[in-house]
């Protein structure tokens, strides 16, 4: 066989037959379950009714240093988050390798209502039967429920909702305000709908069982693939020589959107 077009010096060429399994060369993958990153909480003051007055600082371990701390607050190196008001925020913690966690830390409010619990019901994986269901104390009585902005209600539980984030704020009668976010996922389960979608269709003998990169035998390296997984599945051109049903593609997806979990 006869190839035109390479020019002189050092090349490499892979062929790839119709017969493998169609997935590129991809470099090799960090594995973040063998060295999680943590988050821990070294130190947190409450906020007045309306001032931003509260503060946190985390700490990250695990993984590998340096780590970045980014939030919807702001974007650090320190973990010092300073001048925030009464709430719940998202934290994620990065290391070095593109390991992260992400925790939920909450500030109180010094004067008014506080949150308690909050209760999520999954919405099933095309369906929206979700739930979201606040308890809150403190301050003055009726509390208004306000999800995304919209309508207040004294109800403290929000029904019919589809996978996704969500912001909810909580006014007293003295008008201190506590808001948090919250997230619906399918709840579809890796270990009981998509473990054995991927053994049976992809790590198998010859493909991706660990003599072709990624060794999808390995749940974090099934992890870290699962957008590409997704993707292929959803356009037929993974598994090779294998066809999934619409159900098997739709439970990857909504594993994947959940954002790939070993639940």
Not at 103 to 132: A, H, M, P
Not at 165 to 186: H, R
Not at 218 to 229: E, H, K, L, T, V
Request: aromatic share 6%.
């Amino acid at each position: 066989m006869t190839i035109k077009g390479l020019s002189n010096g050092i090349s490499s060429l892979i062929l790839l037959s119709t017969f493998s399994c169609a997935w590129e060369q991809l470099e090799p993958r960090v594995d973040c379950t063998t060295s999680p990153v943590v988050i821990e909480l070294l130190d947190s003051e409450g906020a007045g009714c309306g001032a931003s007055n509260g503060s946190f600082t985390i700490n990250a371990t695990g993984g590998e240093g340096p780590y970045r701390y980014t939030s919807d607050l702001e974007n650090n190196s320190d973990g010092v988050f300073e001048n925030i008001s009464a709430g719940s925020y998202s934290i994620t913690a990065t290391d070095v390798k593109g390991c992260s966690v992400e925790s939920n830390l909450s500030i109180e409010n010094l004067e008014g209502v506080n949150l308690g619990d909050v209760v999520i019901t999954d919405s099933g994986c095309g369906s929206s039967v979700g739930v979201i269901k606040i308890s809150v104390s403190g301050g003055e009585e009726p509390y208004i429920f306000s999800l995304d902005g919209g309508s207040g209600q004294q109800n403290n539980v929000f029904s019919g909702l589809t996978p996704g984030s969500y912001d909810i704020s909580v006014t007293d009668q003295l008008g201190c305000e506590i808001t948090t976010n919250a997230d619906i996922t399918s709840g579809v389960s890796y270990a009981t709908s998509i473990k054995g979608i991927i053994e049976t269709n992809c790590a198998i003998s010859g493909c991706h069982n660990g003599s072709q990169s990624p060794n999808l035998s390995s749940f974090g390296s099934i992890q870290s693939s699962a957008s590409r997984i997704k993707a292929r599945t959803a356009n037929a051109s993974m598994p090779r020589g294998r066809t999934l049903s619409q159900t098997q593609i739709e439970l990857i997806a909504c594993w994947v959107d959940d954002g790939a979990l070993n639940n």
